[in-house]
């Protein structure tokens, strides 16, 4: 079976600083793979490069058996691919729903003239919140919301374009013990309807609860991928510090 998603030997050169090298890794649907690794050991690049912020400087990125070689965003969105950053990128200003649809926003005729239709917008976003089993609403100004609302709107966005694969950096960082809970909710719901998830993530606990495998990153190279079921958090803490060099 070929699977969703394929990286087969990515490296990464940012001048004389080599930030990957060799990583080979496969995705399937409704499959969700912890990326973990220390400061400095590639994850954010990796996913980057997978989301199209930058190509890499060898290797081959596939999706459903198809070589792709992303130069924008824009591109690895049309195969399906969105991120959520670790910063949200949300307008604190702004309603859920106008978040959501910003860049993308709809708009009905009258006369000669287009305008935005706030009513589709909101409709629709509560229909994404439903959909998350989220009690956000598509009127509540993002400013006022919890760090589980935040996330809500920001993986509510990635479902416009209904993805294949949803890159997550760090969801569950900074935020309350329930909060933490609702944010792995949401992964589940995103898992459950099909999709692929690449979660990075510091908190052992969160990467136990809700993923099927593991990669652990070190040093830009990929030392370990296994089946959470086959694993503990001592040993992946022991191939993330290096106390455990591979398994």
Known sequence: MTPLMQLTAIGKNFGAIE?????????????????MGDNGAGKSTLVKIIAGNFP???????????????????????????????DLALSDNLSA???????????????????????????RAAELFAELKSETRP??????????QRQAVAIARTRLSEPKIVLMDEPTAAISVRQVAE??????????????????????????EVCD?????????LVAEKAVSDS????????????????
């Open 56 to 86: 890499p400087s060898s290797g081959e990125i596939a999706i459903n058996g198809e070589p792709q070689h992303f130069h924008r965003p824009v591109e690895a969105r049309r195969k399906g691919v969105e991120i959520v950053y670790q």
């Open 213 to 221: 495998r593991i990669a652990v990153l070190r040093r830009g190279e």
């Open 139 to 148: 009127r509540d100004i993002v400013q006022r919301m919890s760090g589980g």
């Open 19 to 35: 930030a990957l090298r060799g990583v080979t890794l496969s995705l399937s649907p409704g499959e969700v793979l912890g990326l």
């Open 232 to 247: 503990s958090p001592e040993e992946i803490t022991g191939l993330i510090t290096g106390a455990i060099s591979s398994a």
């Open 97 to 123: 729903a106008a978040n959501i649809f910003l860049g993308r926003e709809a708009k009905r005729k009258i006369g000669p003239f287009k305008i935005l239709d706030h009513n589709a917008m909101n409709r």
């Open 183 to 208: 944010v792995l909710d949401l992964i589940r719901t995103l898992r459950d309807s099909g999709m692929a998830i690449i979660l990075i993530s510091h908190r052992m606990p969160d990467i136990f």
